[in-house]
């Protein structure tokens, strides 16, 4: 199930992180970037769940990297809020371990596609 993975776990408390951070932000920001970020944080844990859900490797792969991306936006919002100074330096690192968590789960999803096809193929002969 997609709750006990660690990298949705890791998801779930970086949109915490996201929503108590942005909570100090301008007004003139709750519909600018604090809705972004927001949208973003939201987009990783549930792309991660739902890629965990599909039932084909290669689905599950499309899922994470979709995930992957959405902390890329998240990492750009991040550094831009630290450039105008709404968070410190500190706050835009939040993404690191969820970020290593998803790469790995890629790279796993990726080596099981393949051993897969090698599979497939041995039959195949």
């Known amino acids: 199930m997609y709750r006990d ?6 998801a779930m408390e970086l ?3 996201v929503y108590r951070i942005t909570t100090g932000f301008p007004r003139i920001e709750r519909f600018g970037l604090v809705s972004q970020m927001r949208r973003a944080a939201v987009s990783v844990s549930s792309n991660v769940a739902e890629g965990a859900e599909r039932h084909s490797l290669k689905e599950q792969l499309r899922f994470y990297y ?3 991306g959405s902390i890329a936006e998240l990492e750009t919002q ?3 809020s630290q450039r105008l100074g709404y968070i410190c330096q500190s706050s835009v690192k ?6 290593q968590l998803l790469n790995g789960l890629i790279r ?3 080596y099981r596609i ?3 096809a090698a599979s ?5 002969t």
């Open 114 to 116: 393949k051993q897969q």
């Open 78 to 80: 991040l550094d831009l």
């Open 15 to 17: 949109c915490v992180v």
């Open 94 to 99: 939040i993404t690191n371990e969820t970020y």
């Open 66 to 68: 979709i995930a992957r």
């Open 108 to 110: 796993s999803v990726k």
């Open 120 to 124: 497939n193929k041995q039959q195949a």
């Open 5 to 10: 993975l660690k990298v949705y776990q890791s």
